[in-house]
């Protein structure tokens, strides 16, 4: 009788919990059996073991073998586990001769052959293994591999590298860790949009404050143009930021470049995506377009076109940020931390209000198509502004010279550290108690949008939405004064532009 004990990670969301694999190999017939829970995937790595152990020259016991992925109740899926089996094998079987396996933990698919394959979901096993033991993953996960954690990474291609090692025979150094460098996207430049101030100066605090933003107005004016460039003067992520941005796309087995590493997200899905594309879902849940937009952008073009039920489900995750998955068998829970962009016309033909071409829809049509929005969903988002049609002499005009994205990325730059250094966190995150006991506004201040709020029948959440639009607007402002050092105070003319970005709150149902 011998036993064996080695380490791997699974996948819960996004944590990656510590699995102890223990292999039995006892007297009695030959039977391979795996316990703890393991779905079809893990199930099958019996037939990868056994094939890549025979092809790598050692003998597969024909004896009674047991596996078990602890802690048993929790649910195991995907290949992950392969290496670790399979070297718990020669472990037991005494094969293979190593004192200090609990200094490894092993992370890696099998071929039949013996080689190590590429597996999803790493960057989180990475950074849970961080400060515990040194983790083994394939070549083919080189580049997540090489990101700057404080996890010792070793990487091989095939079994018997991992095996050298272990018995001292050939010794692999951790691969080496590249610096981190963080970087903006330039999708384009504001300047190749003609006109709009008041959607730039809206995307501004938007981008400056990380509030939600709802562009109205007829079709070719400009909206997704506006929306696709916020990235450009959009501050790039922090290492902490960039790291929980990676650990997600691993999830979704996307291989991580260090060149992509610190880019914000920027997800734009088509309308007719479902509810589960865009929460995350399925039998084993995977992680949906609201957590690829974690830290970074969700576009929502043509908003109206999109499922009532779908854009319902957007409603918690823009309050708390995170969305919790239940199955009969677990609940996941993702992180959501997205800046809702959205786009809209204002009636199914587009030209509802436009002074050049006549609207061809009934009052009951605007109304219905406007209603597929909610009351709850709008009030959510931040800013709603119109975006119209522009005289064709200022479209042709050569000589027109609009702000470029770099000038106006300064002055997001100087709002975001101001809010940093002042508070600890973006504008958007403030919570109603910072609000409302915030040194940098007055009573006087406070009563009267209070009174504004009841005379335009707004809700709660509005009030503290337009108070914290304030607040970046005086943050933007203290840019031009020079004020680099000061927070300066919210005043009532910042509440009357932030209110004046509120034009569809009429429209909101009662």
């Known amino acids: 009788m011998a036993i064996a004990l080695t380490y791997s990670r699974a996948n819960c969301g996004i944590d990656a919990p510590l699995i102890s694999v223990e292999t039995h190999i006892s007297n009695g017939l030959p039977a391979f059996t795996i316990v703890g829970l393991p779905e079809a995937a893990v199930k099958e790595s019996r037939d990868r073991v056994r094939s890549a152990i025979i092809n790598s020259h050692f003998t597969f016991p024909t004896r009674r073998i047991t596996v078990n992925l602890a802690p048993a109740e929790l ?22 001769h190593c004192d200090n396996t609990d200094q490894f933990e ?41 990101i700057l954690l404080d996890t010792p990474t070793l990487v091989a291609s095939h079994m018997l590298e991992v095996c050298a090692h272990l018995n001292g025979n050939h010794i692999i150094t951790p691969v080496s860790k590249k610096a981190f460098h963080s970087r903006r996207v330039y999708g384009g430049d504001l300047a190749e949009v003609a006109g709009q101030p008041l959607a730039k100066r809206a995307l501004e605090i938007a981008a400056a404050g990380g509030h939600n933003l709802l562009f109205i107005g007829p079709p070719g004016t400009g909206k997704t143009m506006l929306a ?8 790039p992520l922090s290492k902490r930021a960039a790291l929980a941005v990676a650990a997600i796309q691993s999830l979704r087995g996307r291989q991580i470049s260090l060149q ?25 849940p995977k ?9 970074g952008i969700l576009f929502l073009d043509e908003l109206p076109e999109f499922d009532r039920k779908v854009l319902e489900v957007l409603r918690e995750p823009l309050e708390s940020g995170r969305i919790m998955i239940s199955r009969a068998s677990q609940q996941v829970e993702y992180p959501a931390e997205f800046q809702l962009i959205a786009a809209m016309n204002p009636c199914p033909c587009g030209f509802f209000g436009d002074v050049q071409q006549p609207c061809q829809c009934s009052s009951q049509q605007v109304k219905r198509y406007r209603a597929k929005i909610s009351g709850p969903l709008l009030d959510r988002i931040d800013l709603h502004v119109s975006v119209n049609r522009l005289p064709a002499a200022l479209l042709s005009d050569k000589a027109s010279t609009a702000e470029r994205s770099k000038d106006i ?20 995150q403030l919570s109603t108690d910072e609000l409302i006991h915030a040194p940098w506004i007055t009573q006087e201040t406070l009563s009267w949008l ?15 939405r337009i108070l914290r639009i304030g607040r970046t607007i005086a943050d933007l402002e203290s840019f031009s004064q020079h004020a680099h050092q000061q927070c300066l105070p919210v005043e009532p003319h910042h509440l009357k532009e932030a209110l004046a970005f509120r034009q569809l709150d009429k429209n909101l149902p009662t």
């Not at 696709?228 to 501050?235: A, E, K, N, V, W």
């Not at 997800?267 to 039998?283: C, D, E, F, K, N």
């Open 75 to 96: 649910p195991k899926e995907g290949s992950r586990f392969d290496l670790a089996i399979a070297l718990g094998i020669l472990l037991a079987s005494e094969q293979l």
């Open 106 to 146: 092993f992370i890696a698919e099998l071929s039949l052959s013996g080689e190590l394959r590429y597996v999803r979901g790493l960057i989180p096993a990475l950074i849970a293994a961080e400060n515990h033991r040194s983790v083994w993953v394939a070549t083919a996960n080189c580049e997540e591999a090489a």
């Open 228 to 235: 696709s460039r916020i990235l450009s003067i959009t501050p």
């Open 260 to 284: 992509d590493l610190g880019q914000k997200p920027f997800r734009a899905p088509h309308h007719t995506a479902s509810a589960v594309a865009m929460v995350g879902g399925g039998s084993n």
């Open 287 to 295: 992680p949906g377009e609201i957590s690829l937009a974690h830290k």
């Open 409 to 428: 990325a300064k002055r997001v730059l100087h709002a975001q550290r101001q809010q940093a250094k002042a508070r600890g966190k973006i504008n958007a």
């Open 450 to 464: 209070g009174k504004t709020i009841d005379k335009l029948d707004l809700s709660a959440r509005a009030f503290h």
